[in-house]
T-cell receptor, first 113, second 114 residues
Framework: KQEVTQIPAALSVPEGENLVLNCSFT??????LQWFRQDPGKGLTSLLL?????REQTSGRLNASLDKSSGRSTLYIAASQPGDSATYLC????????????FGKGTKLSVKP | KAGVTQTPRYLIKTRGQQVTLSCSPI?????VSWYQQTPGQGLQFLFE???????NKGNFPGRFSGRQFSNSRSEMNVSTLELGDSALYLC?????????????FGPGTRLTVT
């Protein structure tokens, strides 16, 4: 059974710091991995999608990497800003495109001005 | 393109009642999935519909059901509501063609059961 773990559960950093959020999964047979952002009481915003054959994806100040063999992904946020404060969720889609997303519990990020 | 929309956004119901939530996917997306989010359990998959057929189902009791219409809009129904059903219900849509299968989520419906 696929399980997704995100560490740390919460993180507080001063503005301007570069930071890394971690995601690990137990079964390496995934189709893709997606990082989301969730603001309090709101829906999920897709940040980055990495296919199983890819090693990383970049969007602006965000960079996500994937090491399928070790069951790990990281989300790197450069030059953090207060507006980055949110909960970041990692989700994997199991092998086979019809699998549903399996989510981690998220990392709650707070960026202090 | 307009994003995924969900109605209503907030709902308060009493134990024992039933509720219907609605979701309109992104235009062109034929797959609609539903997830329940609670502080304790996080995000859990309920079911996925594609072309009006349930294609995948999570581990929830039969009180939770759904359907999809020919225009891809979807509804989920919860009967005999329990206090533990209080949650944020999220709908997501995706394209189902050879490709990336990126999932897009709606703003959610906040259900409170009293």
């Amino acid at each position: 059974k696929q399980e997704v773990t995100q560490i740390p559960a919460a993180l507080s950093v001063p503005e301007g710091e570069n930071l890394v959020l971690n995601c690990s999964f137990t079964d390496s047979a995934i189709y893709n991995l997606q990082w989301f952002r969730q603001d309090p009481g709101k829906g999920l915003t897709s940040l980055l999608l990495i296919q199983s054959s890819q090693r990383e994806q970049t969007s602006g100040r965000l960079n996500a990497s994937l090491d399928k063999s070790s069951g790990r992904s990281t989300l790197y946020i450069a030059a953090s800003q207060p507006g980055d404060s949110a909960t970041y969720l990692c989700a994997v889609r199991p092998g086979g495109s019809q699998g549903n997303l399996i989510f981690g519990k998220g990392t709650k990020l707070s960026v202090k001005p | 393109k307009a994003g995924v929309t969900q109605t209503p956004r907030y709902l308060i119901k009493t134990r024992g009642q039933q509720v219907t939530l609605s979701c309109s996917p992104i235009s062109g997306h034929r797959s609609v999935s539903w997830y329940q989010q609670t502080p304790g359990q996080g995000l859990q998959f309920l079911f996925e519909y594609f072309s009006e057929t349930q294609r995948n189902k999570g581990n929830f009791p039969g009180r939770f059901s759904g359907r999809q219409f020919s225009n891809s809009r979807s509804e989920m129904n919860v009967s005999t509501l329990e206090l533990g059903d209080s949650a944020l219900y999220l709908c997501a849509s995706r394209e189902v063609v050879q490709g990336f299968y990126e999932q897009y989520f709606g703003p959610g419906t906040r259900l409170t059961v009293t």
